[in-house]
């Protein structure tokens, strides 16, 4: 039987296309981040998450799942198209 594999929300996506909007919205979420000197595990504590999953978003190595997103901007106080602002494909 032949192996099933699926793309999890939240992982690196198999289009490669998409990589290119990963590092921006990791590139994004860095800049809220440093503008509010706030470290990762701050963030990862105030959106019940873990530091090193923070990290892999803003390397560009995982995609956020939206209630990841809705998250983030709640506990920076910004809309969720903040870490897609500036992004052109």
């Avoid at 699926?6 to 440093?34: F, K, S």
């Avoid at 978003?57 to 956020?64: D, T």
């Amino acid at each position: 039987m032949g192996r099933i594999t699926r793309n999890v929300i939240g992982t690196r996506p198999r289009n490669p296309d998409a990589l290119p909007l990963m590092r921006h919205i990791g590139e994004q979420l860095l800049m809220a981040r440093q503008d509010r000197q706030v470290t990762q595990q701050e963030v990862a504590d105030a959106i019940s998450t873990s530091r090193c999953y923070l990290g892999m978003i803003e390397n560009g190595h995982h995609a956020p799942s939206a209630m990841t997103l809705w998250k983030l901007g709640c506990y920076f106080q910004c809309p969720v198209s903040y870490f897609f602002n500036g992004y052109e494909e």
